[in-house]
């Protein structure tokens, strides 16, 4: 193991290097949380991968299969799907509105009525995000090195925060683009044909396992129709995604590259409910089908192999980790924070450079501690994208897409959205489907009556909107202060 333990610890060198040297060219607001607006279609389309494909992605999709054999690919799919229904329909504008959070959207469509309290619902799912991603570091340092999981969360947290509070979107971009690479060779050049080889092939695993594990939806509909609900529609509005998308050059970057992120999303999904499906034949009796990805890279890689397969589950943990640790500074900082003290984000004469990298020094604290606290990776998963997706969904695609949509009533749906899944979760468990259905439900009816019944948005707000959506009025550029 010690050639293992080189790989990974000369990765995770890497990163705190690419951290140090994203430091020096994060000197204002636009370079630190957006990465000055100016990647390239190469880089744009690198970075949005790795972010959508973390842990969960990885190692749970790699446990989907051994479950429920090709069609575990099901989640990760639709996350697929999701990036390219949003880089296709929506990116173009989200880009042109040069702003830094979904919640700046919502001001500026519905006339400053719904920032703070969209941004608490999406500062909620942030953080829980960055806190599955960071759980996930227990599995793969367990396998390493068979330390505490306490130890494994500290340590993998600890990378994470570290260059991401040093540089910003800029470490965080350069490291996920070295993220991308690795996984790529790691799950999809090396992991996929070993795992499959090693299972004696498809005619093999075909003849080893029930008929039902290569049907295309043997999964379940009901099971597939919630993924499109939560991560397919969680893809159009988190807060971790529309920051890399204000990253884009231009619009056209930002449709383009993410069309090509998300067609290697679906790719990542096959492979991932192929693996799985390998590692049932292999070891058709694990205590755990999230071990799967772990026995397989432990009992079958050779050394070498086996520790650059490790890092690539690293890879996957630390992209979606400091995608989600960033998005969740950023609205503690710019969308509550700053609307507390009284004063509007990015005004003032502080630095904000360095206000923003204490958030995410704080943020990154809290991560480790929740981590540490909470255990089950799947329910914290659950929680986050129900909150975003029944609080958030209507009132931010009412916004681009109904002119006749109302600050009251896009405020009235954030509430009755997260008060009714918050509920439904509680009656019906944190794992039903009932609280998202009906969560969702509730949302749509409370926007459609309430922006009925309320005066329209007045003509300013929506022409300084048009405006902003059309790429006519340019952000203002606050400088910073030594």
């Not at 000055?36 to 991968?49: E, N």
């Amino acid at each position: 193991m010690a050639v293992d333990y080189t790989v990974i610890v000369l990765y995770l060198a890497g990163m705190l290097a690419m951290g140090w040297w994203g430091m020096r060219r994060a000197k204002s607001k636009s370079e630190f949380l957006v990465a000055g607006r100016r990647l390239g279609p190469w880089m744009y389309s690198g970075t949005m991968a790795a972010i959508v494909l973390g842990g969960a992605s990885t190692i749970g999709g790699v446990g989907l299969g051994y479950t429920h054999g090709l069609s575990g690919a099901w989640m990760v799919f639709t996350i697929g799907l999701g990036l390219l229904a949003l880089s296709v329909l929506f990116s173009a504008r989200i880009a042109r509105l040069r702003v830094y959070t979904v919640s700046e959207m919502l001001d500026l469509r519905y006339g400053g009525r719904a920032g703070v309290l969209s941004g608490v619902v999406m500062w909620g799912y942030t953080l829980m995000l960055a806190v599955t991603s960071t759980i996930a570091y227990a599995t793969i340092f367990d396998v390493l090195f068979d330390v505490p999981r306490t130890l494994a969360v500290v340590i993998g947290g600890s990378v994470v925060v570290a260059y991401s509070t040093l540089g910003g979107m800029w470490s965080i971009t350069l490291t996920d683009m070295v993220q991308f690479v690795v996984k790529t060779i790691g799950v999809l050049l090396l992991l996929l044909p070993i795992a499959v080889v090693k299972a004696g092939g498809f005619g093999a695993m075909r003849d080893e396992l029930p008929g039902d594990y290569f049907e295309p939806f043997g999964v379940g509909g009901e099971t597939i129709f919630t993924y499109v609900l939560i991560y397919t529609f969680g893809m159009l509005i988190g807060q971790d995604i529309w920051q890399r998308v204000f990253t884009a050059r231009s619009d056209k970057v930002a449709r383009w590259g993410g069309t090509v992120a998300g067609t290697y999303c679906l790719v990542y999904a096959l492979a991932g409910a192929v693996i799985g499906t390998a590692a049932k034949v292999m070891y058709p009796n694990l205590p755990s089908a999230d071990s799967a990805f772990a026995t397989v890279v432990k009992d079958e890689l050779p050394v070498g192999v086996r520790g650059l397969v490790l890092a690539a589950a690293l890879a996957a943990v630390m992209s979606t980790s400091s995608g989600a640790l960033i998005a969740c500074a950023t609205v503690a900082n710019n969308d509550i924070w700053a609307r507390l003290r009284g004063a509007a984000a990015g005004a003032g004469p502080h630095d904000e450079v360095k206000g923003n990298r204490a958030f995410i020094l704080v943020m990154g604290a809290a991560v480790i501690g929740v981590a540490i606290a909470i255990d089950d990776v799947v329910q914290a998963l659950t929680v986050a994208y129900n909150l975003l997706v029944a609080g958030l969904l209507v009132p931010i695609l009412g916004g681009l897409l109904w002119r006749r949509g109302t600050g009251a009533g896009a405020l009235a749906a954030v509430v009755a959205g997260g008060v009714s899944v918050i509920g439904l979760m509680w009656h019906y468990g944190i794992l039903a489907n009932e609280p998202i259905y009906y969560g969702l439900l509730a949302s749509l009816l409370v926007y459609v009556v309430g922006s009925l019944v309320t005066r329209p948005t007045d003509a300013a707000t929506l022409a300084a909107w048009r405006e902003r959506v059309a790429g006519r009025e340019p952000e203002a550029e606050v400088p910073v202060t030594a």
